[in-house]
């Protein structure tokens, strides 16, 4: 039987690694799932998170980032780029964002040089919050339902499956790519796939015509723009 967890749920699926840019809306991707995303950590909170245990990983720090979110309403409406904290807090520190810069990179990376990839990976990671940030400001409430954990003891890489639940829609599949650290054996996540729609792909197809036409460095300084703009309420 499927155990059931309710948090307060307001992300789109721009999850892990690839946000699919707030204003490139997937075509397949429909408008609930712009309000969820469950896949965060507690970087300033007490409560111990299993980062040996991807599955316990996952509705841990979903828990504990939303319940902070909650929280801090009331700062937030006042100052919504808060919300930047509570990803860069919460959230980022149990993404793998630098496997995933790597994995947008992609086939380019042999011509690129370990200086500008060094550049690039912390401007990924700070344009990933601000952009998990600006889909924070859809927060509502809804159901998640997260499958059963399986054994993944042999495993590199697993897929956490969730279904999003909303009164009167269809339910929503989503399952979250986490990886597991050869060096640390423990996991963080990477990607998340919404519908069948990989986000990591879809932001590596995105971005790999411009990493080759104009090169790595151009890619960094557009994202880097992204990355300082101020969160709003739409």
């Not at 370990?114 to 952009?131: G, H, M, N, Q």
Request: glycine residues 4%; hydrophobic residues 40%; without cysteine.
């Amino acid at each position: 039987m499927k155990k059931i967890v309710t948090f307060g749920l307001g992300i789109s699926v721009t999850l892990f690694g690839v946000a699919s840019e707030f204003e490139q809306p997937l075509s397949k991707i429909s408008p609930e799932m712009v309000n969820f995303v469950a896949l965060a950590p507690a970087g300033g909170t007490s409560i111990n998170v299993d980062k040996k245990d991807p599955y316990k990983m996952i509705k841990t720090v979903a828990d504990i980032t939303f319940k902070r979110f909650a929280n801090e309403q009331t700062a937030i409406q006042k100052n919504p780029n808060i919300l930047k904290d509570i990803v860069r807090e919460e959230l980022i520190p149990y993404i793998n964002y630098q496997y995933a810069a790597f994995k947008v990179i992609g086939s380019n990376f042999k011509k690129t040089n370990k200086a500008e990839r060094a550049e690039f990976v912390p401007v990924f990671r700070d344009y990933l919050i601000t952009s998990y940030a600006q889909v924070f400001t859809l927060y509502k409430n809804q159901q998640v339902i997260f499958a059963p954990a399986k054994d993944f003891s042999n495993d590199k890489v697993v897929a956490v499956n969730t279904s999003v639940i909303e009164p009167g829609r269809s339910p929503i599949d989503i399952s979250f790519r986490v990886r597991k650290s050869s060096k640390t054996q423990e996991w963080k996540a990477y990607d998340m796939v919404a519908e069948g729609v990989s986000l990591l792909d879809s932001k590596q197809a995105e971005l790999s015509s411009l990493i080759r036409q104009k090169g790595l460095p151009h890619v960094t300084e557009m994202l880097k723009e992204k990355a300082q703009k101020t969160i709003v309420f739409k």
